[in-house]
Structure formats: structure tokens, C-alpha cells
């Protein structure tokens, strides 16, 4: 069996959402993403730029709804690249400033993550990768990645640099 493409990457995510307003709130209002579209009160499509959308979000088999209960199947996270690590803090300060609880922050080695969960309980990843250059290696080369916790107060400190 052949490998995929290495320019392949995944384009975009729809998330089902038991209320529109209240996703949009949270996407667009605190983490900064701008509506691209919306379909009635059923349906949006958001973005970060021109592109025609990186986050669906909908209703159709969900208005009112509940999270899935634990123990089932389903997205673990959806993990939302940033380009450098100031962006990355003033995501942090975003949702510190809108009163948003996170689940934690991890250095990987390869990359920053802080980890928090959206209105509907679906998980969200924010993070950077570091330039491939000073991934962790095996004497051998092999990706050693790892987990550790992740300084929060000196991401947050990054923010000072940031460039829109």
C-alpha cells in the first residue's frame, strides 16, 4: 500500500453544536475567528483570514442537544494551529479575559498545547509547533515527542511580541 501525498492536510472541521449563537460566541467572540457564513440559525461557516471557512458549525442533528457521555466515541479534540508562540499567548489571554477554564498546557517537545473545551463540551486544542529543527530526537534521529507541562505565565509573557 502506497503513502499519502505528504501535501495533503486536512482542510477543515464540522462540529455539531446544540446552539448556534452560543458556539458562535465562543469562536468568533473570544478565540477571534470571523464568520465567513451562515445558514439561517442551523448553520456557520468561520474562518481565520480569507479562507472560505476552517470551522463549520451546526445544528442539524444537535439543536438543543447534549454532549456525548464519556466512555463513548467520537472527536477526541479539534486541534487549532497557530503560527508562532506570541499568537499562542494572546489565545491564552483571550480565553483568561473571557473567563474560559482550560484543562491544561503541554510541551511536547514538537509543539505548545493548551487544552480547553468549547460550550457543547467538544475538545479544543490551541497550539504551535516549534520549527522542525528543534524537534526532540533519539540518538538515532527517531521523533522522541514527550509530555510536560507547559509554563503558562512565560507563554502568557510571549504576548508582548505579537504582530497582526
Not at 466512555?71 to 508562532?84: K, R, S
Not at 522542525?132 to 507563554?155: H, I, K, N, Q, S
Amino acid at each position: 500500500m502506497s503513502t499519502l501525498h505528504p501535501a495533503v492536510r486536512i482542510g477543515h472541521v464540522h462540529l455539531k453544536v446544540a446552539d448556534l449563537d452560543r458556539a458562535l460566541a465562543f469562536y468568533c467572540g473570544v478565540l477571534g475567528f470571523q464568520l465567513k457564513q451562515r445558514s439561517g440559525t442551523q448553520a456557520a461557516f468561520i474562518s481565520a483570514g480569507d479562507y472560505h471557512h476552517h470551522i463549520g458549525l451546526n445544528t442539524w442533528e444537535s439543536l438543543g442537544g447534549s454532549p456525548p457521555a464519556p466512555g463513548t466515541t467520537g472527536l477526541y479534540h479539534t486541534a487549532i494551529l497557530y503560527p508562532d508562540r506570541a499568537t499562542l499567548a494572546d489565545a491564552l489571554h483571550r480565553l483568561f479575559s473571557a473567563g474560559i477554564a482550560i484543562d491544561g498546557g503541554a510541551d511536547h517537545g514538537v509543539s505548545e498545547a493548551i487544552y480547553l473545551r468549547d460550550p457543547d463540551s467538544n475538545g479544543v486544542e490551541l497550539y504551535r509547533d516549534r520549527p522542525e529543527a528543534d524537534w526532540p530526537r533519539t540518538l538515532a534521529g527517531e521523533l522522541a515527542m514527550f509530555t510536560r507541562p507547559l509554563d503558562l505565565e512565560a507563554l502568557l509573557a510571549e504576548r508582548a511580541s505579537i504582530r497582526l
